[in-house]
């Protein structure tokens, strides 16, 4: 268990750095977390997430009760944990990416302009604004989630979770990917939305390609 843990905590480094890389995180805004068993290793709350290393990374249990690290974690635990208790999830990334960010104060569902948004369950909703690091916002997103692995959070940002911290960081820059094409196509025009049976067949081929990958091994 000693291993896992560690490995987790080197996954949440991995990821704040890859967050920095693509450009979806400033300062000391957003969180990681990465889930081994009934331990999850999480960024402490105000680090620059670019500079984190594993040995910042903290411990808790899916109780929020500290194990490891000298610091306090993320103000958003509780955010974390619940999309752990709901949903099994492996990963959790939380930034407040600049695009995802803008749409977030506008937007009550992001249009499904691209059949790509299938890669994340279906329309991405926006969660209605509370308080960061309040109880109230946590229910708020955990509810936009139901069905999806991301949503965005009323100005405020965006949220994914995957079975690993790899899988949680693609869907984050998928998700930031389709609010900025989202944003240019609406700056151009009148984007098409894709029907609900468009979006069912993407889904289908998607799901269709996973098992071919899979038979693959
Ligand atoms: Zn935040």
Known sequence: MGAAIDAARED????????????????????VSVRAGDRVAITPT??????????????????GN????DRAPSSELELNLGVYRRYG???VVHCHAPVATALSTVLDELPAVHYEVMLLGGPVRVAP??????????????????????????SHGAIAHGDDARQALE?????????????????AG?????????LAAAGAAFARQRSIVDMSG
């Open 89 to 91: 999830a492996g990963a």
């Open 46 to 63: 105000g680090s620059v997430l670019g500079e984190v290393g594993p040995r910042d990374v903290v411990v808790v249990d899916l109780d």
């Open 190 to 198: 009148e984007p098409r939305v894709l029907s609900h049976e468009q």
């Open 129 to 154: 604004y509370a308080t960061f690091g309040s109880a109230e916002l946590a229910a708020n997103v955990l509810e936009a989630l139901e069905g999806r692995s991301a949503a965005l959070m009323a």
């Open 12 to 31: 949440v480094a991995y990821a704040c750095r890859r967050l920095a890389e693509e450009r979806l995180v400033h300062g000391s805004a957003g969180n």
């Open 171 to 187: 869907r984050t820059i998928l998700l930031e990917w389709l609010c900025d094409v989202y944003w240019r196509a609406a700056a």
């Open 66 to 69: 500290l194990l490891e690290g």
